[in-house]
């Protein structure tokens, strides 16, 4: 959604240990820039580095925008490294057309690593050495990559982001429509970095949808996919036989949605989530929850009936990394928030949507949710929430808790509505609550 994930969001989100899906509403390039922006966010070694050569100016470094800068003997990022200039080397040069030959660190004066050598090896050196950037040169004194202590801090304050093995950047999904652009958005999205690929639909079981599944899988198979969404094991099974890597479940259960209500078309979620995943698992394919996530109590519930993933909206819209502005109303810190199947989603992507837009049925409202603070905070809040709960629960991890499901050790019961009362504050004559400090 426009109004939940663009690149801040998909940032923070796998900085927490979780994989951010950047919306669709808007041009290909917009979003394939998204995706670049995320996979150039973190990085371990950064194998093609913006470098100069001995000739450039400071103008020229100004330009990039970057805090230090190789310099290579012909420019080039494959070059015989000679120096590195930073900003602090520049930072009170008045005259700006000043070459960087006659500034840089020369090369006997820097700390450089040795290709090959290991992600490991190179955070100790650039520890030890106490500098802002580590040059990684080849056996004959080329520049082969990268590592920045920015990237060094990145890694220690983050130690459950999600990233690429090999390239230890940040991995990111992006979501694609079912229209005459998605073919093209594909290419694009996956030529910027994206890892996966949701593919957008309210009923996810179509011929359209079917053969982008399995165009992905024939020209980008090295990319996820993720089809849906769907509710009953008939959708489900002929997405997994296509080849889908994961699938959403959920219809019309979105704190923003109207489908059930326009169209009366849908499902309870639980019932949803619990019935197709008995078939999902026999294709070894994860279920993701979509919809109804408002607590870490209906994560819980949602995993404990067969989901392995759940996905979250409007409670991330609310957070300082979700798009848009703070506004007051009431006395209350809020943020817009709208549902993708809206006229304001519609007239927020005008360009995407102009084929669609005259014969567009609203099956979502717009509205705004409260203020919920950082990610930074409120993610790590759901996270030990769930932790909890599978504590009480006496359960291990995900895969123990579907075996107890599918064993029949794990039971649901109905509460009647004096239980639901003494499950929840009572008896008291005022209280505050605060989710996190």
């Not at 520049?143 to 130690?159: A, F, G, I, W």
């Amino acid at each position: 959604m426009d109004t939940v994930t663009e690149a801040n969001m998909a940032i923070a989100i796998a900085l927490q240990g979780g994989l951010g899906f950047l919306h669709c509403n808007n041009s290909i390039e917009q979003q394939a820039e998204m995706v670049r922006a995320v996979k150039h966010y973190e990085n371990g070694f950064i194998p093609e580095p913006k470098v100069l050569g001995p000739t450039n100016t400071v103008a020229d470094l100004d330009q990039l925008k970057v805090s230090g800068v190789p310099i290579t003997e012909d420019g080039h990022p494959t070059g015989k490294l000679v120096g590195l200039v930073t900003s602090r080397d520049v930072d009170f040069v008045e005259d700006r057309s000043v070459t960087l030959s006659t500034i840089m660190v020369p090369l006997e004066q820097l700390v450089v690593g040795t290709y090959p050598i290991s992600l490991e090896k190179a955070n100790q050196t650039l520890k030890e050495a106490k500098k802002g950037t580590l040059p990684i040169v080849d056996a004959s004194g080329h520049l082969v990559s990268l590592m920045t202590r920015l990237d060094l801090l990145k890694h220690r304050d983050y130690p459950n982001a999600v990233r690429d093995p090999e390239t230890h950047k940040l991995l990111v999904g992006a979501a694609v429509s079912l229209n005459e652009q998605a073919k093209p958005r594909i290419d694009a999205l996956v030529a910027a970095g994206a890892d996966v690929i949701a593919l957008d639909a309210r009923q996810g079981d179509n011929r359209l949808q079917i053969e982008l599944v399995k165009y992905i899988k024939q020209t980008h198979s090295s990319v996820e996919v993720v089809g849906g969404n769907v509710v009953t094991m008939k959708q489900l099974k002929n997405l997994l036989d296509a080849g889908v890597d994961g699938v959403r479940v959920g219809m019309g259960v979105g704190s923003v949605s109207t489908s059930q209500v326009v169209k009366a078309v849908g499902r309870a979620q639980l019932s949803a989530i619990y019935n197709t995943a008995l078939l999902a698992k026999d294709y070894g394919v994860p279920v993701i929850a979509d919809g109804g996530i408002g607590s870490p109590g209906a994560a819980i519930k949602a995993l404990s009936l067969g989901a392995s993933v759940v996905m979250m909206g409007s409670s991330l819209a609310g957070t300082a990394e979700a798009p848009g502005d703070y506004f007051f109303q009431d006395g209350m810190r809020l943020k817009h928030y709208y549902g993708s199947g809206s006229h304001e989603y519609y007239r927020h992507g005008v360009a995407v949507h102009a084929a669609a837009a005259a014969s567009h049925v609203a099956v979502g409202v717009s509205g705004a949710v409260v203020d919920q603070g950082s990610v930074h905070k409120y993610l790590p809040y759901i996270q030990q929430s769930i932790r909890h709960g599978f504590q009480d629960l006496g359960m291990r991890s995900i895969p123990q808790l579907h075996t107890a499901l599918y064993k029949g050790e794990l039971r649901f019961e109905r509460r009647t509505v004096s239980a639901q009362k003494e499950g929840g504050v009572h008896d008291l004559f005022t209280y505050s609550k605060q989710l996190y400090a």
